[in-house]
Structure formats: C-alpha cells, structure tokens
C-alpha cells in the first residue's frame, strides 16, 4: 500500500523553508535583524539578511540617545551577516541595537527603514 505523502515530509519542510526565507529577504517585509545571547556578558552577536546591495548602519546607543558604537557602516553585499558587539567599554545597563538601511541608487521608491532592538549589558 503506498505511503501518503504528510505535510511534514522533506520536500514539504524544505518548501517552508524557502517561502519563508523569500518573505524574510523581500524588502516589502521590512528589516529582519536578531541579537543575541540578551543579555550580554559582554559579548552579543548581531545576524542579519539583505536581500540586494544597499548601505546599512548599525550602531549602538544609549538610554540618552548617544551613540556608543558603530558595528556597520556603508555598503553591505547582500547575504547573511553576522557581526558582534564586545561591550566592555560600557557601563551595565540597557542598550538600544539599531539598524538602518537605504537602497542602493537604481532601487526606485524603497524608502530608509530602520528597526531597533533592546540589549540589557550585564557584568
């Protein structure tokens, strides 16, 4: 007797996973970015995904809106990054990742997007 094919098959897993992974790079969906291990001690790992050339930022800031680092600046290839923040030059406290990214020139209407992400530094 022949095996029904699940929805939970390998082909059907890997489907999910490429849809998913078109969504997380369409620049419709917005900036994806994750952080982690939250809280730091002192290190903490930033990973993101662009889906096409395009200048981006990332930097730190403080409660008071200072800027405390800068982890990226300029133009970033398309892919999978992932940088870290060593934070032994700050004080424990809570901390704001932020990412901002511009299309590169050609890209037509897509506008600056920015997303930020709480980080608490503990010693």
């Known amino acids: ?6 929805k939970s098959s390998p ?11 078109r969504l997380s790079l369409d620049p419709a969906h917005g900036i ?8 730091a001690n002192p290190i903490t790992w930033i990973s993101y995904n662009l889906p096409y ?9 403080n409660l008071l809106g200072q800027k405390v680092a800068t982890l990226a600046s300029g133009l970033q ?15 424990s406290g809570v901390y704001w990742v932020r990412m901002e990214v511009s299309p590169s020139a ?18």
């Open 77 to 91: 290839m398309p892919g999978s990054h992932r940088i870290p923040w060593v934070a032994d030059d700050v004080a």
């Open 32 to 39: 994806h970015f994750t952080l982690g291990p939250n809280p």
């Open 53 to 61: 050339p395009q200048k981006a930022e990332i930097a730190v800031y």
């Open 11 to 21: 082909q059907a897993v890997v489907r999910d996973i490429r849809r998913r992974t």
């Open 1 to 6: 007797m022949p095996r029904k094919k699940s």
């Open 106 to 123: 050609g890209l037509g209407t897509i506008r600056l997007q920015s997303e930020a992400k709480k980080v608490v530094v503990v010693r």
